[in-house]
């Protein structure tokens, strides 16, 4: 079982910075593939960004490669996404997930659909105003 807390968020105004956590807790996580998602309004919820625990090897989103950095804090069981530029197209409910890597590629599709991470934090809400 993993347990996740996200905190941060709020708002923003465009072109700015924020950083949202996610502090995990559990009893396993050499395996584990830690990543935040997002659903914008209305919209489906998309993949952010990933970043494998046992060796910090990182995937981002197009949409956000150059503005957004994954890391995490092996000390803390914290995951954070460090968020820079953001633009009003940002603005959603962003979601901590976790999933245990069984021997999936890391580099393939697996890891970047929802449905292949089995917790998930309660999400937290970004908002980027024009």
């Known amino acids: 079982q993993v347990h996740l807390v996200e905190s941060g968020g709020g708002l923003v105004q465009a072109g700015g910075s924020l950083r949202i956590s996610c502090v995990a807790s559990?009893?396993?996580?050499?395996?584990?593939?830690m990543a935040w998602f997002r659903q914008p309004p209305g919209k489906e919820r998309e993949f952010v960004a990933a970043?494998?625990?046992?060796?910090?090897?990182?995937r981002y989103a197009d949409s956000v490669k150059g503005r957004f950095t994954i890391s995490r804090d092996n000390a803390k069981n914290t995951v954070s996404l460090q968020m820079n530029s953001l633009e009003p197209e940002d603005t959603a409910v962003y979601y901590c997930?976790?999933?245990?890597?069984?021997?999936?590629?890391?580099?393939?599709?697996?890891?970047?659909?929802?449905?292949?991470?089995?917790?998930w934090g309660q999400g937290t809400q970004v908002t980027v105003s024009t």
């Open positions: 970043i494998r625990w046992i060796d910090g090897s990182i």
């Open positions: 997930a976790a999933a245990i890597q069984r021997g999936q590629y890391w580099g393939g599709r697996y890891f970047l659909r929802q449905t292949s991470y089995t917790y």
């Open positions: 559990g009893d396993r996580f050499d395996d584990l593939i």
